[in-house]
């Protein structure tokens, strides 16, 4: 079962402003870029549920988590069934994250207390989503949705929303300053945040710095 509250699941989100988002089927590989981003400052992390027996790395993952770095949250994403949600809240995910709004997902999530983030992409969607008790939706793909601007425009009739865009968010200052003086709750950032070296590896330093430098964006301006 889940470790953390999801009162504390949100605050965390909150208070670092960033969501790592990453999957990769060797485990070591997932431990030195999970450390990585959790030496840079954040505190909840998103295990992509996007390869064979993810599932099973997932397990071993968060063993290893509680044990070496028992402050991250865990979450997985790309949950769109009830049942793939149920399988990793039995493994002891935190959160759930969803590309897609799916309300067996969050009654499932709600069922057990656990942390819910559907994806949305429209105001009728967001409201829905509030139906059904989701504190922090998921905006996907973020950029294509509208970028910044749909932020913006859905706070006007709305300004309770919390919500987190996911796709098109980058660690560069300017990016992270366009979602947050939007009214972005915090950003889920995946691919432009795990740099590599020119061999192909993943640059465990690099992502530190970058992961750091986006929570002193975060903070600088919300």
Known sequence: MAK????????????????????????????????????????????????DKAHEVFGQLIDWVRKEIPEMKMGVGSIVDAPTAALYIQLGADFIVCPIFVDDVIKVCNMRKVAVSPGCGSLTEIAKAHELGVEVVKIFPALQVGGPEFIKAVKGPMPYVSIMPTGGVSPQEENIKSWIGAGAFCVGMGSNLMVKKEDGSFDAQKITSLTASCIEAVAKYR
């Open 4 to 51: 953390f509250s999801r009162i504390q699941v949100y605050q965390a989100m909150h208070d670092t402003g960033i969501v790592p988002v990453f999957y990769h089927g060797k485990l070591e590989t997932c431990k030195e870029v999970l450390k990585a981003c959790y030496d840079g400052g954040a505190r909840c992390f998103e295990f992509t549920n996007r390869g």
